[in-house]
């Protein structure tokens, strides 16, 4: 009788629908102009304290890598960050600071079906057929930190007070913010001045796609202002806030990741 209940208890089990367990996402994290992937390193290292799996890199342009500043535009940097979120077993979250949302953006298009969702932080994400950079990016904020070098094709860094201060603000230390600085790289004009384009994924797609924004609300680079009018036209699911300048994962690396498990958690 014993094993007559066992019998009918296993086949009840293998009659039930199999439960899959679906991965945590990995992290891929996606900077900025100016920087390299070494300004995640306090998050990443946060983040996988926690147990998740991130990944970051470096776009073209820097880093060592060779690519002449002719052939860089956007899609050649987005087509970079597919070949990492191909590379990774399950699906991925793509997070980009600043320019970096231009370039999460226009990756949807090349790889959507690799990817579980998208995050901005205090980041740019151009319609279609639009530049990231304005026409007159020098004379934003933008500008403190950068010359355009007709002769090289880049955007060569401006060291000086007022650079610290559109990108490093909230940090008070002033030999902290020339650190930083000093860390900055030339930026390839491609990828901010080519146009965004959609070719796989309809606009409708788009949209409906998981979005969600970091604001950091004391930026002099991309304004509070215009971070909400992003937000909503990206059509996001959730926004959350640092007080922050442009670049937390300086100021504040726990804080930022603490968000990103948050969303990570949500999905």
Request: charged share 15%; hydrophobic share 45%.
């Amino acid at each position: 009788m014993k094993f007559a209940n066992v019998v009918v208890i296993l086949l009840f089990a293998l009659s039930l629908p199999s439960l899959a367990v679906e991965k945590v996402p990995t992290i891929v994290l996606v900077h900025g102009a100016f920087f390299t992937s070494a300004v995640w390193s306090r998050t990443q290292r946060a983040l996988q304290d926690k147990g998740y799996n991130v990944v970051t890199l470096s776009l073209a342009g820097r880093d060592g890598d060779t690519t002449g500043p002719d052939k860089i535009n956007l899609q050649l940097a987005a087509a970079k960050v597919c070949k990492i979120a191909q590379l990774q077993d399950g699906p991925v979250l793509l997070l980009g600071h600043s320019l970096g949302g231009a370039v999460i953006k226009q990756a949807t298009d090349q790889c959507s079906k690799d990817l579980k969702a998208l995050v901005f932080l205090a980041a740019v994400a151009p319609s279609e057929g639009v530049p990231a950079f304005p026409a007159q990016i020098e004379e934003t904020g933008f500008g403190n930190c950068a010359k355009f070098d007709p002769v090289t094709q880049t955007f060569m860094i401006k060291s000086g007070p007022a650079c610290a201060a559109s990108f490093f603000g909230d940090i008070i230390d002033s030999d902290q913010q020339n650190k930083l600085v000093a860390q900055m790289v030339s930026e390839p004009k491609g990828i901010g001045t080519s146009q965004l384009e959609f070719k796989q994924l309809s606009a409708d797609q788009f949209f409906r796609f998981p979005k969600y924004y970091i604001h950091t609300t004391q930026d002099q680079l991309v304004p509070y202002k215009d971070q909400v009018e992003l937000a909503k036209n990206l059509g996001v699911v959730e926004t959350y806030s640092m007080n922050t300048s442009h670049c937390p994962f300086f100021s504040q690396p726990d804080q930022l990741a603490s968000i990103i498990i948050q969303i990570v958690r949500s999905l």
